[in-house]
């Protein structure tokens, strides 16, 4: 019988540790979903500050540029308006074939 008692004991104690282990390892995983999503997280502010800074590095540089071509159309309007009739000759011809 003591041999029965200690084999019920060893398998209650290995029912615990079992237990405790399942307990450690589901907090382990709680905690590296925790960290994966953060990283995620982190990753996505960095990008969307990235896209943001871009944009807004395009319009300025879009801005300077209108001005630009402004300023030439400005100084010379008659080249321009040439340039622009060869160029809607150009797109039409090329729009009908």
Same mark, same amino acid.
């Given at each position: 019988?003591?041999?029965?008692?200690?084999?019920?004991?060893?398998?209650?104690?290995? /029912?615990?540790?079992?237990?405790?282990? /399942?307990?450690?390892?589901?907090?382990?995983?709680?905690?590296?979903?925790?960290?994966?999503?953060?990283? +995620? *997280?982190?990753?996505?502010? *960095?990008?969307?500050?990235?896209?943001?800074?871009?944009?807004?590095?395009?319009?300025?540089?879009?801005? /300077?540029?209108?001005?630009?071509?402004?300023?030439? +159309?400005?100084? *010379?309007? +008659?080249?321009?308006?040439?340039?622009?009739?060869? +160029?809607?000759?150009?797109?039409?011809?090329?729009?009908? /074939?």
């Amino acid at each position: 019988m003591t041999e029965s008692k200690s084999a019920e004991m060893d398998l209650a104690a290995f /029912r615990d540790d079992l237990a405790a282990l /399942r307990a450690d390892v589901s907090s382990l995983i709680e905690h590296v979903k925790g960290e994966a999503t953060d990283k +995620v *997280q982190n990753a996505a502010e *960095q990008i969307d500050r990235g896209a943001r800074g871009i944009c807004h590095e395009m319009g300025a540089e879009g801005e /300077r540029s209108a001005k630009a071509v402004g300023a030439w +159309v400005e100084k *010379q309007p +008659v080249l321009a308006l040439l340039i622009a009739l060869g +160029v809607g000759y150009i797109g039409a011809r090329a729009f009908l /074939r």
